[in-house]
């Protein structure tokens, strides 16, 4: 008996809690210092390293969708990002890695000012480093292949994890992300900074 009165009030706690968790979006506290394009007036560029050029596709479609989402969902941001070759040009730069992540973990963005590494709670970034760990990262389905570039695009434009909406990019596929591009609530975290 006592112990049923505790599970009950747990899930009273749960349901209670949920509203204000489930919806809108995390930030990593600070932002990239020349922004994400200011709707074309200032286009940022991302660059892809030749380690990572069989997941080209994967995130040129993924940087699609965080660019064109006016059409797609009705929601407009400054967003505006061209691939280059050029590697001095890009404020985000995509790599691919062996095993250089805690054991399982897909990917990981770091983020720099010059070659100097920044926190990005603490300070504003001049750009940010996105790598794949090749050996789990390639396993995936295209779907979360792409959802997961999309995650990390978001990480380097200053979006936290959104572990509790499974229906934001920024969750991890981990926590049950069920999407593979750019959301409203992502979308909406990038208009507050931007
Ligand atoms: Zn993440």
Redesign the pocket.
Known sequence: MRKGRVVAFALVFALAMTPSAAFGYRLLGHRLKYGVGDCGASTQYYYIDSSAWAFAPTCESAMSDWVHTTSRLGITTPISYKRTTVKSSSRMDIYSKSYVFPSGVLAG?QFFNGSTLADPSGTDWVWGKIAFDQPYYSQLSNFNMKGTAS??MG?VMGLN?NNSNIYAV?C?LGCGRVVCNAQKDDLAGINYLY
Request: charged share 30%; hydrophobic share 15%; glycine share 0%.
């Open positions: 963005t995650h990390e990480h994890e920024m991890q």
